[in-house]
T-cell receptor
Framework: EAGVTQFPSHSVIEKGQTVTLRCDPISGHDNLYWYRRVMGKEIKFLLH????????ESGMPNNRFLAERTGGTYSTLKVQPAELEDSGVYFC????????????FGPGTRLTVL | KNQVEQSPQSLIILEGKNCTLQ??????????LRWYKQDTGRGPVSLTIMTFSENTKSNGRYTATLDADTKQSSLHITASQLSDSASYICVVSEGTNAGKSTFGDGTTLTVKP
């Protein structure tokens, strides 16, 4: 069974540009989470999808970030326009159920904004 | 403010030895506590998950404990192996929406031969 995949693995963009990160969860997992780790800090929760609905997006830093999960399968996280402080590693995770169910993480996308 | 604090920040042990990592949290309302292992350049991998009513959970050589009264957890690693070298992260999820989690900074464990 394929794990959670993320694309791209690395992205280097200039301030003001737009970047879209993609996450493919494990097939059949209704719950999808986005997290990010900025340099030197702990991983932080961004948002949680249940199927195509946003269950909790309280961790989204500002309106430059837009997450979608059309059809309840893969998800995208768009940053527009990107700022220097958006640099970090963006992780996606999925789980079959919510609550204390096991979350499976992808390898992350390393975003560098110059 | 919800917080998760881990100690020590880093730890070096010899192969075959045991070690214990600590996690204190102030997340409320509590839903569950997880320990993850994260190798460099990879995503975290779940080791254990404990809910409020559980005070110990094992996964092979990993044993986690939870004291919900004092809001403390520990991860004990038995008979360490070189492959245990990684960052170990404590994560606490909130009760009303268990999707929202607070992560600790992690403990970096190095196992030397």
């Amino acid at each position: 069974e394929a794990g959670v995949t993320q694309f791209p693995s690395h992205s280097v963009i200039e301030k003001g540009q737009t970047v879209t990160l993609r996450c493919d969860p494990i097939s059949g997992h209704d719950n999808l989470y986005w997290y990010r780790r900025v340099m030197g800090k702990e991983i932080k929760f961004l948002l949680h999808f249940v199927k195509e609905s946003k269950q909790d997006e309280s961790g989204m830093p500002n309106n430059r970030f837009l997450a979608e999960r059309t059809g309840g399968t893969y998800s995208t996280l768009k940053v527009q326009p990107a700022e220097l402080e958006d640099s970090g590693v963006y992780f996606c995770a999925s789980s079959l159920a919510g609550g204390p169910d096991t979350q499976y993480f992808g390898p992350g996308t390393r975003l560098t904004v110059l | 403010k919800n917080q998760v604090e881990q100690s020590p920040q880093s730890l070096i042990i010899l192969e075959g030895k045991n070690c214990t990592l600590q996690c204190n949290y102030t997340v409320s309302p509590f839903s569950n506590l997880r320990w993850y292992k994260q190798d460099t350049g990879r995503g975290p991998v779940s080791l254990t998950i404990m809910t409020f009513s559980e005070n110990t959970k094992s996964n092979g050589r990993y044993t986690a404990t939870l004291d919900a009264d004092t809001k403390q957890s520990s991860l004990h690693i038995t008979a360490s192996q070189l492959s245990d070298s990684a960052s170990y992260i404590c994560v606490v999820s909130e009760g009303t929406n268990a999707g929202k989690s607070t992560f600790g900074d992690g403990t970096t464990l190095t196992v030397k031969p």
